[in-house]
């Protein structure tokens, strides 16, 4: 045991901790406020305390826990909310009020609920690590798959169905004569990537329900993607979206030092809202991680690795997960705020020069991989993160280190926000490199994807080419073709890539309707092209109500959608026939 | 009390003063950010905070008004508690300075309660979702940015913009629907003039505001360092009247930048790596641990919404202070020189305000069936015009299409007769609604794609609608 020697906010120096190792927990004073160490000189530990370390006094006591920061994982965790250390803000409610206060415990995974465990081995079987012994019905979503955890193998010797807490044995393994007991619950260094059989390469869509980017920058299961833009550009709203209506089995959303009244506003309306995969409710299948920026700074940091973590052991059982991450710009402040106290050598802009590798060390724990064990699986961690730029400047450290690790970028523009366009992804600087790990998956669903895809890029390019222009001569000056493409540009930004999060139709718009829709332009496009060609101009096509109908598709529900596409083109191209000569 | 005040902790071994940091030989049994006295060798005593305390140094951080010359021969004596307010329901009606004393010559606060000031972070599972509108009776903000009860929405202004004036009118005209409710405001005036100051109580003299509002006062001549604890003295005050007397609480903070720019001082006193222009690293959360004490939490009938007013330096909203404030509230309300010059007050920039809890404010049952859709509308057709004007300011308006020359015309319209208000006249939200559509009209019917069917037939004025 120690005692304090410094005390400077959240930074504490303790004497006499001969023994201690880095990332051990320890418990700081009377009150017992928990604190990691994040480094040792001689028998001084230099402590991260995860809690307002006001009151504390030099010559307090600081013990060691011999734990490193880990999270529990079992049945219970679906649906919870936790703080950035995994205590249970629910419980915490309960124990301590509408205010957190300090010192206060709350664990991760009820210890009095029992579970309904139903083994899928038997005695005598022969399991290695990661293999699945049975399940546990958790939510109406999800199956809690409980595995042999890292570190174990052998043969069964007993397992038994029936209805257990997550402390209470459900199995025996054997191995080497010696015998484990197995429950339902098992713990994980959150620094530490889980192990898998394999690496695989990101394939497949991850389907968002956002036509900007489902279309034009898909990101594929296991990829990983980053969203950047200044305040009030629509961070927070596109991964709610994401969490929202994203085809994944399970989402982990990280309220990384962002706002309380946001995270309020999710946990509510996922009460409600019902999963369209499903039908059931959303929140059995997410898992809040709220760490807002009045909590603690050093429990922000240690969130991220916290949902990572708990992504990993889901993706373990064959789950296709998504992490969400908002934002990791507060993240690396926590860094940089605990490194000033440090006196640490900074890097650039007072961040510190290990940045880059930290977050690395978080975005590679994304994935598609073989899972450890039997039955033979996939699963994957599809990560997406928010950066918040100071000045919404993109040079910014964080930002610039972000884009070297990720491979889909969703790059927001505060001038789209200022004009109301949402979602504010600029289709002119936004990418992805997961185009290719996406295309059978495409093609299996709407095969002109590729081709329309392109087009569509191409007529925006030319817009953004012809813009220059227009603020020179006027619109007016410009060929009836260029005028035309104009038009057809505009309806691709305005009737396509824009989507309100608050629509009650368009909020969620299903990859089959976002193709039929942007064919329709396409379709529009053509026979345009052609009555310009028998002389009508573009005045005239501009005011075909078959303009007005195509900007009412977002009405037209996913379900009918189809059907109704149809009867739009029949009737476009009996309205826009060029042989009909400008009767419109 | 608590037992530990009883033995007084002194020491007199002062081995350095910076700005107005101490450092002292460290005592044994001093608590981090305990409040410490410190005597002044002309005997002067000054409140001062342990910020940093070892085996070997504490570093005490002073308020007041001090030099370093005056604290080379200074004392110092713990007195065992961290910084907190005396608060009682009697603080409505009074005046206090930065550390919460009372200046207005009353009789001291008999405390109810002593609150410690930085509060404690709200547990986010605690809270209850803001939703209930508040009217304010200006059309940009209930039309366009509308404010709810619990959100933290703040104005960004530059110099000489009437800021205080439209805070002024949102305080006198500000009402929530059908509920007469107890209501309190807490003002705080941090390093601004003598003169806005009394400008502000001025304003609610008559309004019967005045009596229930409590401000806490730090002008630009009282000490600097007392503008780290103004708001934090006033969001405490707030906190009391919100969830111990079940009060909607409107926080009015002027001016933050004069907050922001004692925490940049500060910092590099103690000598803390910047980051950008200088502002240190945790400013962020620093404001944050402000500005989320705003909201609305579960079983409890109170609430706090915040307003604070900031100058951009340079009107660059990019500028560190806006720009984190605006990472950290529910949107912003920026005035614009642009409008200012044209003569329209409100000088409201309508493209880079935003508010973010509008949705959950708006609709049946709150203001109106059509208020969304008027609103996407609005800033469809007003950016168009603007986007418009400015092509033509190149090319000139001869040169644009009929269509174009519609659109232009509307958006100075938008600009005179929904922007522009009188700043005592209070708009009810249906007829800034209204409003609305009455410029609607000059727009082609077919143009109002934003807004279903179903409205544009119940709302937009008829026969006088532009082109089909
Ligand atoms: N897809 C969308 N549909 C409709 N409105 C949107 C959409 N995206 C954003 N908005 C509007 O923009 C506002 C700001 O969005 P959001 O809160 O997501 O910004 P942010 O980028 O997360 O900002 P910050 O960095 O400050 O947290 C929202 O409150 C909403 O009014
Ligand atoms: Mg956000």
Redesign the interface.
Known sequence: MGKIWRVSGPLVIADEMKGSQVYEIVEIGKAGLVGEITGLDGDKAIIQAHEDTLGLKVGDKVEGTGRILSVELGPGIVGSIYDGLQKSLLTLVEESGSFIKRGVKALALDRNKKWHFTPTVKAGDILGVGSIIGTVPETSIIEHRIMVPPGFKGTIREIHEGDYTVDETVAWLEYEGKVSELTLKQEWPVRKPRPYEQRLAPSGLLATGMRVMDYMFPLALGGKAAIPGGFGTGKTVALQQLAKWAQTHLNIYVGCGERGNEMSDVLYSFRKLKDPNTGELLQDKEIFIANTSNMPVVAREASIFVGITVAEYFRDMGYDVLLIADSTSRWAEAMREMGGRLEEMPGEEGFPSYLGSRLSSFYERAGMVECLGRPERKGSVTVIGAVSPPGADFSEPVTQNTLRIVDALYSLDVSLANKRHFPTINWLTSYSLYTDAVGDWWNGVYPEWANTRTAALKILQQEAELEEIVRLVGPEALPEGDKLLLLVARMLREDFLQQSAYHEIDAYCAPLKAGLMITTIMKFYELAREMLNSGIRVEEIRSSPMVYKISRMKDISNELFEQKAKELWQEMEQELAADKGGVL | MSFSSLYIKEGRAIRKAKGALLIVE?I???????IVDVQLGNGEIKRGQA??????AIVIQVFGGVSEVDLIDSKVRFKGE?LKLPVSIDMLGRFFNGMGEPIDGGPPIIPDNYM?V?????????????AEFIETGISVIDGLNALVR??KLPIFSGAGLPHNRIAAQIIRQATVKGEAGKFALVFAAIGISYDEASFFMKNLEGTGALERTVAFINTASDPVIERISTPRMALTAADYMA?EQDMHVLVILTDMTNYCEALRELSSMRE?????RGYP??M??DL??IY????R????EGSITIMPILTMPDDDI???IP??T???T???IVLSRNLERKGIYLPIDV??S?S??M??GIGPGKTRDDH?NVF?QS??AY?EGCYLRE??T??GAE???ER?KVYLTFADEFERKFVSQGEFEKRKVEDTLDIAWSLFSMLPE?DL?LISEEFVRKYLPKGESGSP
């Open positions: 460290s044994p049994g001093v608590e981090f950010n305990e910020i940093d305390i070892g085996e070997e961290t410690e930085n509060g404690e972070p709200m547990n986010p599972a605690a809270r209850q979702p803001p619990g959100q969830w803390e790596i910047p980051s950008r690293g945790y962020y959360t944050a641990t989320e004490r705003a909201g939490l579960m079983g409890k990019t500028h560190p720009d984190l605006g990472y950290i529910e949107g912003q493209f880079l935003l973010r809890m949705k959950e969304n996407m800033y469809a950016s092509i033509s190149i090319i040169s644009l299409s174009d077919r794609r």
